[in-house]
């Protein structure tokens, strides 16, 4: 069958060291999109990543070492060609029967639709619990309904997509980031739910190694989107501190104290700090069509 929708269509699966799995996501793209084109980017595999992904069907264009998820992300949307790009992984998590779910949606008019997982789905409680914050924050931060900013399967219209390519992180927070960049732009983001299964294979995922990444993600949020919204209470919180500080020094000793300056001037820095981020991100997100 051919795409639900009147445009090229590009389908861009990441994998490293995926051997036992890409082969089967391939072949599953492959009959139920023939019409489209199918790109595995090999980041650098140790193993037969490459000869099993290309003996399946696909279009394989390999990094001569490791860079990274978002880095496999990036090159495969340069090589794309389709009007839209579905990104799915490659370690068997994702049901190729529910990219047409999303297609349905982008020919909806929607600019950017995720596959959101719903509850059942494989993942460790800490994960889960992270993802249930990171989505509470990016619900704060946008005023709309996020409810899954960290899956990696999603369709997207290319010609956006490859606009916010420089703000994207070679590691695996590039959901996070485009999905950000999305709603600051002002274009439509929709989600379809979805089951992810469980993965074939060993993650590349870490959490000692990668929790502290993973908690940045939480500032990058509010820097990507509106840092007003992460600096103004930092700075409402010293300032309130400081005025604390000079009420009970004014009452026990009759002073004002270089402690309660000091929070007052670094209330006023970090404000400003917040006000010049607003700005230069209000440049980073300027239409350039």
Known sequence: ???????????????????????????????????????VVNDGSTDDTEAVASQAGA??????YSKGNGAAIKTGAREATGDVI???????QHDPAD??????????????????RQKGSQASVGRGLANALYNRLASWMTGHPVEDLTSGFRAARAAKFRKFLYLLPNGFSYPTTSTMAFFRAGYSVAYVPIHAAKRIGKSH??????????????FKIGTLFSPLKI???VALAMFGLASAWYGWTWWHQGRFTNMSALLYTGSVMVFLMGLISEQITALMYTDES
């Open 99 to 116: 990219i047409l779910r999303l297609l349905e949606r982008i020919e909806q008019g929607h600019d950017m639709v995720v596959g959101a």
């Open 1 to 39: 069958m051919n795409p639900p929708i009147g445009t090229r269509l590009s389908i861009v699966i990441p994998a490293k060291n995926e051997a036992e799995a890409v082969g089967s996501v391939v072949q599953r793209v492959k009959a139920l999109l023939p019409a489209g084109e199918i790109i």
């Open 205 to 218: 995922i870490r959490l000692l190694r990668d929790g502290a990444r993973f908690f940045l993600i939480i």
């Open 86 to 92: 579905v990104f799915m992984d490659a370690d068997g």
């Open 59 to 64: 279009r394989v264009v390999s990094h001569p």
């Open 231 to 233: 600096f103004a209470p």
